[in-house]
């Protein structure tokens, strides 16, 4: 054994630790949420003793990997320093022809899937973006339910919208809205390709053995989510592409104490990477803002080139482009129910729970801020939509205060409840529990007539033609119903389907090992960190909300492992002679 005898005990411990917080959220879901029906916990016997010691028993197998990993890794990365590396891990370098090489084979390998979803697939949020492009104002807000005097709202990413509308115009112009599409699918998947290659490729610049680089080569083009992920067309698309290279860029930073910033086409990247983030997902500022600051105490050589960043970052990207696109575009401000998702999720809990402590003031005051009725009939634990979507447009800051006031009484006296509340939307997404699942058509037919009939009645110009094609859709249906429902049922393997997992275990042991290795990398994670607990006030366990923890998990686990550098040993001779 190459480690000292405490280091393998407190290894252990650790192991011992982390294993059992796993395992117990584990049978929280399996006992607690069975109602829910999840696949992953479907194979589950009813009894609460046995799904206790089922628990125990993965807990103390996932504690034993743990251990593996931290006793013989480092030992691992020891023995290969001394070997050739394999010709595959040679091509596998930071630089443009690595990247290139390795971004052109993720493409080429998820090209199947890619013309498997032609034209595209999205959610309903795409649909209204394309709608908000091609129609003229007046403009039917969708969520709300009511019309705005504008060409855009920025319930949506204005740049997003555009992105997509410009693909969607270029179909027209080409005279193929189908094509169109097409060619944003294409460009989100190589895109994504090229930002996976380089982070394959930076494991490089870590020194991690070329065996591990082309372990992660091969887990960017077989993991099954990445090629139909990266084919929907969606704002959480987009921000992963820019999420990608600025995790990467924020842990070089750190790993060099801030000389790389004296760089500056480095520093041109980080930027333009961290802009992209704000400008493709709104709280993409609330991710990457911090995590910059945060950085700043970590940074000895280019503490300025950094804070010169974020003040560049913030007024160019946070105000002067939104605000020019706004004044250009004609664009509406999205509705104040965005910010008060949480409150208003809470209140209408707390009534549902404790009717009795409200009195006919109380209601009228919550009614002025949302339609009471309907938020109460279209209420749901598990999405807060129901309720923020009946909020009242009309309603005036006065009559907001008033509410805030009555909320705040609630949350004095009904603390946990309104945790609960929160966490109930949001439990999936940290929990292993529901299937991650994907998109496989841009709009169902009843959403296209529902929504048709409101928008060709508010405004002039909408005219949407593409289409799946069935037979591409019955196909992609199948393999979505495929991982959903019979991986995600096969005992323990099913877990590696669910949303929890990428969001919240995956995360969790990374950071908790990278801890457990060196206590100061873990501020390498910050935009990790700040990403899960943006996770934990979501406004429902949507399976998009996690794609771009999943995009980065090669950097992710990589930084895990680069956390063993302190720890590797001196293996004797007649081993590497071996």
């Given amino acids: 054994m190459f480690f000292k005898e405490d280091n393998s ?24 949420f069975r109602g ?58 930071l630089s443009r022809k690595g990247i290139a090489f390795c971004g052109m084979v993720i493409f080429l390998f998820w090209l199947p899937i890619t013309i498997l979803m032609y034209p595209a697939v999205s959610n309903m949020d795409f649909f209204n ?16 339910g009511i019309v705005v005097d504008a060409e855009f709202i920025d319930h949506h990413p204005v740049f997003d919208t555009l992105v997509f509308g410009l693909f969607y115009s270029l179909g027209d112009a080409i005279g193929s809205q189908n094509v169109g599409l097409f060619l944003l699918t294409l460009c989100e998947s190589a895109s994504l390709a090229i930002m996976l290659g380089l982070a394959v490729c930076y ?19 077989f993991f099954p989510y990445y090629a139909p992920f ?72 280019g503490r300025r080139y950094l804070a010169s960043a974020v003040v560049l970052v913030v007024v160019v990207f946070s105000f002067a482009i939104p605000n020019a696109l706004h004044t250009a575009l004609d664009v509406a401000p999205g509705g104040k129910q965005e910010t008060l998702f949480i ?28 339609n009471l009725e309907k938020a109460q009939e279209k209420y749901d634990r598990l999405l807060a939509d129901g309720v923020k979507n009946t909020f009242r447009p009309d309603v005036t800051s006065i009559q907001i205060s ?5 909320w705040s009484r609630g949350a004095l006296r009904h603390p946990i409840l309104y945790v609960e509340a929160t966490l109930m939307c949001s439990a999936r997404l940290v929990l292993p529990s529901t299937s991650m ?18 928008f060709n009645s508010t405004s002039e110009g909408f005219d949407f033609k593409a289409e799946r094609p069935t037979v591409l859709l019955d196909a992609a249906t199948k393999v979505r119903d495929f991982l959903m429902n019979e991986v995600s049922s096969i005992p323990i393997i099913g877990l590696l389907t669910t949303r929890g997992f990428y969001g919240g275990w995956l995360p969790f042991v990374c950071i908790a090992i990278t801890l457990f290795n060196r206590k100061r990398d873990c501020a390498a994670l910050i935009p990790v960190i700040l990403t899960v607990l943006s996770l934990l006030i979501s406004p429902g366990s949507l399976a998009r909300y996690v794609h771009s923890l999943m995009f980065v998990i090669i950097p992710m686990v990589s930084w895990m492992l680069y956390s063993f550098r302190d720890k590797r040993v001196a293996v004797p001779k007649e081993s590497l002679d071996k």
């Fill in 9 to 32: 005990k407190k290894a252990l411990l650790f192991s011992l630790v982390l294993g059992a917080m796993l395992a117990t959220s584990f049978f929280i879901v399996a006992v607690f």
């Fill in 36 to 93: 829910e029906s999840f696949a992953a916990y479907a194979w589950l016997p009813k009894s609460a003793v046995l799904c206790a010691l089922i628990s125990c028993a993965l807990g103390l197998v996932l504690a034993g990997a743990f251990y593996l990993l931290l006793t013989r890794f480092p030992v691992y990365w020891a023995e290969a320093s001394g070997h050739e590396e394999p010709s595959l891990g040679k091509r596998i370098v």
């Fill in 129 to 144: 973006q394309i709608y908000q492009f091609q129609a003229s104002a007046p403009t039917y807000y969708t969520t709300m």
């Fill in 203 to 221: 494991l490089e610049r870590l020194g991690l053995p070329g065996a591990v680089r082309v372990g992660a080569l091969v887990f960017a083009i």
């Fill in 230 to 301: 990266a084919a929907d067309s969606t704002k959480d698309t987009l921000f992963a592409i820019a999420f990608i290279p600025f995790v990467i860029c924020y842990m070089e930073a750190f790993r060099t104490s801030g000389e790389v910033l004296r760089n500056k086409p480095f520093l041109v990247a980080f930027i333009l990477a961290t802009g992209f983030c704000l400008l493709t997902k709104k709280l993409g500022v609330f991710i990457c803002v911090p995590s910059l600051l945060l950085l700043l105490p970590f940074v000895k050589q």
């Fill in 343 to 370: 409150p208003l999720q809470q209140t209408v809990t707390l009534l549902k729970a404790h009717p009795e402590e409200f009195t006919d003031d109380d209601l009228a005051k919550i009614d002025k801020v949302i």
């Fill in 402 to 406: 008033e509410y805030l006031s009555l």
């Fill in 437 to 454: 699942g994907f998109d496989v058509d841009i709009a169902s037919p009843e959403i296209r007539e529902r929504w048709t009939r409101n």
